[in-house]
């Protein structure tokens, strides 16, 4: 839940299922170095035997690595974008193939960044691609938006670290949970989960947010802002916690995590303004 006006970023395709953007860091190639390497040994010579006659020179009880994940090169990206000219696009000079988890298509300036996964698409994709980079109008570039969102891409599972309390902060903590039995028990019947209740220090225009369970993270989550708590007191703290129960609830109830009307239904009938933003005490 926003306290402030949510941004769309028009240059953006992003998972509707995801409830941020990601952007990764792009990784720059450090200039190659010379280095002198000291002579094999006689392990080394002999790990090199066994490989060449077909054996195995890796150690039984060591456990596998997991091989790396191939990343498109950069031929690939140039034929993609050729192929993509071929079918219209225009004002592009640079385009990177990538694996992200969140976003599809993104475009700054001239340049282009593709899910890797597209390379592959047939060519309505692709056309629906240039449509979204080059369309003036909005309605052009949500059609193409449509289809580029329902083409299906490998995504790695998404991971999310334990989270760490901090000492100051585990009385807060303690009081969230207990809020959140009791207005579970006075709102929902205690029909609702238990789940792990934080406090986030990083939130600085949401009052609080719900994290559903997704790919590869094994529990949802509610985390109220830091900065809201004490700014605004518990009462509001509260406030926000049950319009997250009610997202909580959307969840569990099969239904979509919105602000629609099912959620104003709701947060109406526990008690909770069904706005996303409001008015907190000063």
Do not use: C
């Amino acid at each position: 839940m926003r306290s402030g006006v949510a941004r769309w970023v028009k240059s953006h395709i992003v998972d509707p299922l995801q409830l941020g953007l990601l952007w990764e860091t792009p990784v720059t190639q450090e200039p190659s170095v010379a280095v002198a390497r000291p002579a094999p040994s006689e392990a080394d010579v002999a790990a090199a035997a066994q490989v060449r006659s077909g054996g195995s020179a890796t150690d039984a009880s060591a456990p596998a690595r997991p091989r790396p994940r191939a990343l498109p090169r950069p031929r690939e990206a140039a034929a993609f974008l050729e192929r993509l000219r071929g079918l219209g696009l225009h004002g592009i000079s640079h385009l990177t193939l990538r694996r992200t988890r969140r976003v599809m298509v993104s475009n700054r300036g001239a340049r282009l960044t593709v899910h890797a996964d597209f390379a592959a698409a047939p060519e309505d994709v692709l056309r629906a691609i240039v449509r979204f980079v080059t369309a003036r109008r909005r309605p052009d570039r949500l059609a193409a938006q449509r289809i580029i969102l329902a083409y299906e891409v490998r995504r790695a599972p998404a991971r999310r670290r334990a989270p760490v309390i901090r000492a100051a902060d585990a009385p807060a903590v303690a009081r969230l949970r207990e809020a959140h039995a009791r207005l579970n028990r006075e709102h929902f019947g205690g029909a609702l989960r238990d789940i792990t209740v934080i406090i986030s220090g990083r939130m600085k225009t949401r009052l609080g947010h719900y994290t559903p369970v997704q790919e590869g993270v094994e529990a949802a989550e509610i985390a109220i802002s830091r900065r809201h708590i004490r700014r605004d007191g518990w009462r509001e703290a509260e406030h926000t916690l049950l319009h997250e129960m009610v997202h909580q609830w959307q969840d569990e109830s099969g239904l979509p995590i919105d602000h629609g009307l099912a959620f104003r239904r709701k947060a109406r009938e526990v008690g909770v303004l069904p706005r996303a933003k409001r008015p907190v005490a000063r």
